[in-house]
Nanobody
């Protein structure tokens, strides 16, 4: 199983970016899909999470600005980020709790990070 994240970049404060995460491989289904971020010198933090049924949770500082979504049929997820602030600058990672189609066991896979830089 592999997770591929994309969509990061450089944007001015107030701008928007959309991150995408594609899971591929021997996948039966995916439970929670999450987006984390890690700024330089900081610990990785959970930004947003979405269950298979679509229930979402967000870090307080991004509520109302970020939207998380997923497509269960395509094993993809996305993070829409609006009204970006310089403090949103970080490397963003997607993570997914994947149930494989061989042993039907759950394991959390991580995508490579994608850099988001918000200039003031």
């Amino acid at each position: 199983v592999q997770l591929q994240a994309s969509g990061g970049g450089l944007v001015q404060a107030g701008g928007s970016l959309r991150l995408s995460c594609v899971a591929s491989g021997s996948i039966s289904s995916i439970n929670d899909m999450n987006w984390y971020r890690q700024a330089p010198g900081e610990q990785r933090e959970l930004v947003a999470s979405i269950t298979r049924s679509g229930r979402t949770t967000f870090l307080d500082s991004v509520k109302g600005r970020f939207t998380i979504s997923r497509d269960n049929a395509k094993n993809t997820g996305s993070l829409e980020m609006n009204s970006l602030k310089p403090e949103d600058t970080a490397v963003y990672y997607c993570a997914a709790a994947v149930i494989d189609d061989l042993f039907y066991s759950e394991y959390t896979y991580w995508g490579q990070g994608t850099q988001v830089t918000v200039s003031s």
